[in-house]
């Protein structure tokens, strides 16, 4: 059986606003469900641990899909979330692939995580793919390829757009924009129509530009894992 680590943010901060962030709920249980009913297995990590802080926002009538439907019911897997493994104790060795949702929290915390940066160096020294969707991305700020230049640079990749940040109104909370850090770490960023689905895969890597993607995400996955 294939094991797939999940790794969730911890944050659940949005910047100085006072509001609150988080993951996106769309972009873990519509990947989370798609892996399940293929017989692969999942392990959620989290950098502090425990239950990771779920985006407000992603609760709301507005975006709720099949998948989060079936994940407010599944008093099961709401438990498995509540109880993440920290990220430092978690070795690559034991898993055959990463997927990183996203949400605004990642922003913050697995950006900058240095367990983050590292597992993820890790799987793609031992050649076994990284993928991320929307925001996730942003975890490609600080990781680098053996040759110790950005990991994503000369590779094809998409995150959400800076006309979809522009559209929630987040341009001036964020850190940084995802699209504009990955052009300058020298990607071949491009993307499809805001909020509709667009993948990219190229070699180890597969990302998704928002929640539309996430699930197609996790279907190029399975494939390069068969």
Same mark, same amino acid.
């Given at each position: 059986m294939k094991?797939?680590?999940f790794v969730l943010t911890s944050h659940d901060e949005l910047g100085t606003t006072g509001e609150k962030t988080g993951f996106w709920i769309e972009e873990f249980a519509a990947p /989370?469900?798609?892996f399940k009913?293929?017989?692969v297995e999942v392990i959620l990590a989290s950098p502090k641990g425990g239950q990771p802080p779920i985006d407000p926002k992603s609760e709301l009538p507005d975006f709720q899909t099949a998948s989060t439907i079936r994940f407010y019911k599944d008093e099961e897997t709401k438990e498995i979330v509540s109880? !993440?493994?920290k990220l430092n104790t978690v070795d690559q060795a034991d /898993?055959?692939?990463v997927f990183y949702?996203?949400?605004h929290g990642p922003l913050w915390d697995l950006v900058e995580d240095k367990d983050s940066i590292l597992l993820i160096e890790s799987f793609i020294k031992n050649n076994k793919p990284v993928s991320a969707v929307c925001h996730a991305p942003a975890i490609f700020k600080h990781t680098k390829n053996e040759e110790r230049t950005p990991l994503v640079k000369g590779k094809k990749v998409t995150g959400f757009s800076n006309t979809e940040e522009e559209a929630?109104?987040?341009t001036n909370v964020v850190p940084f924009l995802v699209e504009n850090m990955l052009k300058e770490n020298g990607a071949i960023f491009s993307k499809g129509d805001d909020w509709a689905p667009y993948v990219l895969e190229d070699e180890l890597l597969i !990302?998704?530009?928002?929640p539309a993607s996430s699930e197609l995400v996790a279907e190029i996955l399975l494939k390069k894992l068969k």
């Open positions: 094991k797939v680590l /989370y469900y798609f009913d293929n017989n109880k !993440t493994i /898993y055959d692939a949702p996203g949400g929630v109104q987040l !990302t998704g530009q928002n």
